[in-house]
């Protein structure tokens, strides 16, 4: 405690017990205790500077030999409050401190595939990380040299969220449902391949990123220039996806038969 802190208890000290002497002035009662209480205190203060003298020279320049006169003044002062009171001075509530947490934004849209089969997202704004709580039910990543496309594909039956961070650090969230694999290939370009067979697709010009949304189902094996060469793994539906720079990407449904 500074010197400045301490004069302000003295002082706050001072004016409770002036402000106690009017009542002193009219209840008997409480003079008498007051009186007891300041008997009590001096001759306690008689035994403490007895055993102050008799005390070797550093003892008696320790700061600590003011702590027991300093703690009998206080509790002077206490019994003092509570008969002028009627009771204990008021209890104040501890105020807690909360640190204000960032709400989550919910999920801002929908997203709903098959497993072994996926989508593009496009957003309006470069991204700069995507992520997927549970791997197990669906994966993202990055497509293509655009940096605004995310290949969304579903492994297994199960609901996930995909959250896309964009670079100016705010996310998107988004709620994925994965459904069962699909027994024949939706859409209209449809491609089938028999396992082990490979087939080239040639684009009408040159992509910048090639994926399949389940590789253990169908595989790429070369994606140089404009030409596509994929190869069947095994047995199922899947999808395979051709991105171009500056346009909408290419998406064949791919049924890989034994």
Request: proline share 10%.
């Amino acid at each position: 405690m500074s010197c400045e802190e301490t004069r302000h208890a003295l002082q706050t000290l001072a004016t409770r017990e002036f402000a106690a002497l009017d009542h002193l002035a009219s209840c008997p009662a409480c003079r008498a205790l007051a009186d007891a209480i300041i008997d009590e205190e001096q001759q306690m203060h008689a035994t403490i500077d007895a055993w102050v003298q008799q005390a070797p020279p550093r003892a008696r320049r320790s700061p600590w030999r003011y702590a027991l006169p300093a703690a009998l003044a206080l509790a002077a002062a206490a019994a003092l409050w509570l008969v002028v009171q009627g009771g204990p001075p008021p209890e104040t509530t501890p105020r807690s401190l909360s640190v204000p947490v960032a709400p989550v934004k919910p999920p801002a849209d929908t997203l709903d595939l098959a497993a072994g089969l996926g989508l593009v997202l496009t957003t309006p704004r470069p991204i700069a990380s995507v992520r997927v709580d549970d791997t197990t039910v669906a994966g993202a990543a990055r497509l293509g040299t655009e940096g605004n496309r995310v290949h969304l594909f579903g492994i297994a039956e199960g609901q996930t969220v995909l959250t896309v961070t964009f670079r100016d650090g705010e996310p998107n969230r988004y709620a994925v449902t994965v459904g069962p694999r699909k027994t024949e290939a939706p859409g209209d370009n449809v491609l089938a391949i028999a396992v082990g067979e490979t087939q080239t697709i040639t684009p009408n010009r040159p992509a910048d990123a090639v994926v399949t949304s389940d590789p253990s189902t169908l595989a790429v094996r070369d994606a140089a220039g404009a030409a596509v060469t994929i190869e069947g793994l095994r047995p199922g539906i899947t999808d395979l996806v051709i991105a171009f720079p500056g346009t909408p990407p290419q998406v064949y449904q791919v049924n890989v038969t034994p």
